[in-house]
């Protein structure tokens, strides 16, 4: 996988790391229809080219293609779920029980808290969940792995969408800001083996409450219940 950017990176490939930023800020919901012609014309890009993107984002899970109705956003499974957390605990908290005093990660991480308790100040908890996901990727980036990055980059987007199943983004986010204070604070007390400890109950946490609203969710579309 290429950088970012680099000159081999195709168009394609930058449309596709273009729209797989947007699904990890929330632009798109889980089960969402893409429209080909819409994207293309805000894109400024071909058919062909943004079809190529959503052959990419298909290999990683984030878009699916259904014959004759088009492409759609994923919803994640109960199974790509547990799998994201399983990710992250093997991840995230090796890089913080790893990482380096002085990364340059930790001021992203700073960053990202500081727009998280802006946005939750002002009762934007869709941009508080952006800003959580920058959170997530600055600790990652601990590891010091350009392999890593790019690897975790589609794990977050397939995240955002299973924090798009919940109706409620105050009721997720609320906690988590909270959290990554207290996280941060311990990363810049250098306390890093506390950190990667608080960090795996803080996932199990979050796997815990965006399983049992999945649960829900397909139980209600089971007996027909509409949804608010």
Not at 61 to 85: C, E
Not at 129 to 144: I, K, P, R, S
Not at 181 to 191: I, Y
Request: charged share 25%; proline share 5%.
């Amino acid at each position: 996988m290429k950088s970012p950017g680099s000159p081999a990176e195709t168009l394609s490939e930058r449309v596709g790391e273009q729209l797989r930023r947007q699904i990890t800020e929330g632009v798109f919901a889980p089960g969402q229809r893409l429209s080909e012609q819409a994207l293309s014309e805000s894109l400024g890009v071909s058919r062909n080219t943004l079809r190529e993107a959503f052959r990419v984002l298909a290999k990683d899970g984030l878009v699916k293609h259904t014959p004759n109705r088009g492409v759609f956003v994923a919803v994640p499974s109960i199974a790509s779920i547990i799998d994201i957390y399983r990710v992250r605990r093997l991840i995230e908290c090796q890089a913080l029980a790893q990482a380096y005093p002085r990364h340059p990660a930790k001021k992203r991480m700073r960053a990202a808290v500081e727009e998280a308790l802006r946005h939750r100040d002002a009762g934007d908890w869709a941009a508080a969940g952006t800003a959580n996901m920058q959170f997530h990727m600055a600790v990652v980036e601990l590891a010091d792995s350009e392999r890593l990055n790019q690897m975790f980059a589609p794990v977050l987007a397939e995240l955002r969408l299973a924090f798009g199943l919940l109706q409620d983004p105050e009721f997720l986010h609320a906690p988590y800001v909270e959290m990554n204070v207290k996280l941060l604070e311990m990363v810049e007390a250098g306390d890093y083996a506390r950190a990667a400890t608080t960090l795996q109950e803080y996932l199990a946490h979050s796997e815990r409450i965006v399983l049992a609203v999945y649960a829900r969710r397909m139980a209600e579309q089971e007996h027909g219940v509409a949804r608010p």
